[in-house]
């Protein structure tokens, strides 16, 4: 089955601390990895995407992803959070191929403390 | 910067009525699609459309939805008979090439049926 799982449904971090969200996938084709983050009463913004090569990317905001094959995990990372970055943020996979569905995970709740 | 625009940003409805949300595609993109979140759950995908037809459903999407490309520039996802399980915020989409599903969303319009 096709999935996406977001293990961490709410995290607090301190302002200036590091932060990973997790994210784990199972698909059956090659996967096209992404992070959105959703602030509230917003729409879906895109951070960052992984389609082939390096699999370490770099999104917007200072966030970065690393990409594991072997560990099925596309993990969100940044190394020194601001208060503005709490949000919720999605994990999401899809086909190569547009036109298909993005399958999103459940969402990390993000809160930064002072 | 473009950018996908729906409209309205909020709607209510009572129950059994017909809704239409519009939206606007960047307009290059080749491919649109209707997400929906319920409140506090995940994204979830409800249809794509390319060349003025369906290429992918889910099978939330039944018979009481309907999409269409009216003209060049506008997408609208038709619920014929709300009811309040319809309730939840739903995002359109629009991606522009064939080899990648990097959908780029719009703000979201949110759907209350009483």
């Known amino acids: 089955a096709q999935s996406v799982t977001q293990p961490d449904i709410h995290i607090t971090v301190s302002e200036g601390a590091s932060l990973e969200l997790r994210c784990n996938y199972s698909y059956g084709a090659t996967p096209y990895l992404f992070w959105y983050v959703q602030s509230p009463g917003q729409g879906l913004q895109l951070l960052l995407k992984y389609f082939s090569g390096d699999t370490l990317v770099q999104g917007i905001k200072g966030f970065e992803a690393e990409f594991k094959r072997s560990q099925s995990s596309f993990n969100l990372r940044k190394p020194s959070v601001h208060w503005s970055d709490a949000a919720e943020y999605f994990c999401a996979v899809g086909a190569r191929q547009a036109g298909t569905a993005l399958i999103f995970g459940k969402g990390t709740t993000l809160s930064v403390s002072s | 910067e473009p950018e996908v625009t729906q409209t309205p940003s909020h709607q209510v409805t009572q129950m059994g009525q017909e809704v239409i949300l519009r939206c606007v595609p960047i307009s290059n993109h080749l491919y649109f699609y209707w997400y929906r979140q319920i409140l506090g759950q995940k994204v979830e995908f409800l249809v794509s459309?390319?060349?003025?037809?369906?290429?992918?459903k889910s099978e939330i999407f039944d018979d009481q939805f309907s999409v269409e490309r009216p003209d060049g520039s506008n997408f609208t996802l038709k619920i014929r008979s709300t009811k309040l399980e319809d309730s939840a915020m739903y995002f359109c989409?629009?991606?522009?090439?064939?080899?990648?599903?990097?959908?780029?969303f719009g703000q979201g319009t949110r759907l209350t049926v009483v």
């Open positions: 989409a629009s991606s522009g090439q064939v080899t990648n599903t990097e959908a780029f």
């Open positions: 459309f390319y060349n003025n037809e369906i290429s992918e």
